[in-house]
């Protein structure tokens, strides 16, 4: 199993990027898709999760309203759309596909900074 995620960088505040996380290995349309985060000294949160079935979709108290989880099962790829950046929002984000607790696999990671 592989994840790779893509499009993280460097962005002003307010700025918007996009990150995508592509798949392969797995049956993707069984997985929950999962974006965390860790910044610096901090532990690792979860921001945003998109479920396998009917793509119900959640989002951290932080981010809400200004993140968007998507994904596309043919593509096998999840997506996050993060606009209104801020400096707070500087961490690595990793992907995350959870079936069950023996079918949990991570991304390397991707480094987003927000600063001015």
């Known amino acids: 199993v592989q994840l790779v995620e893509s499009g993280g960088g460097s962005v002003q505040p307010g700025g918007s990027l996009r990150l995508s996380c592509a798949a392969s290995?797995?049956?993707?349309?069984?997985?929950?898709m999962k974006w965390y985060r860790q910044a610096p000294g901090k532990e690792r949160e979860l921001v945003a999760n998109?479920?396998?079935?009917?793509?119900?979709?959640n989002y951290a108290d932080s981010v809400k309203d200004r993140f968007t989880i998507s994904r596309d099962n043919v593509k096998e790829t999840v997506y996050l759309q993060m606009n209104s950046l801020k400096p707070e929002d500087t961490a690595v984000y990793f992907c995350?596909?959870?079936?069950?607790?023996?079918?949990?696999?991570w991304g390397q990671g991707t480094q987003v900074t927000v600063s001015a």
């Open positions: 290995g797995l049956t993707f349309s069984n997985y929950d």
């Open positions: 998109i479920r396998s079935a009917g793509g119900t979709t």
């Open positions: 995350n596909a959870y079936f069950s607790s023996s079918h949990n696999y």
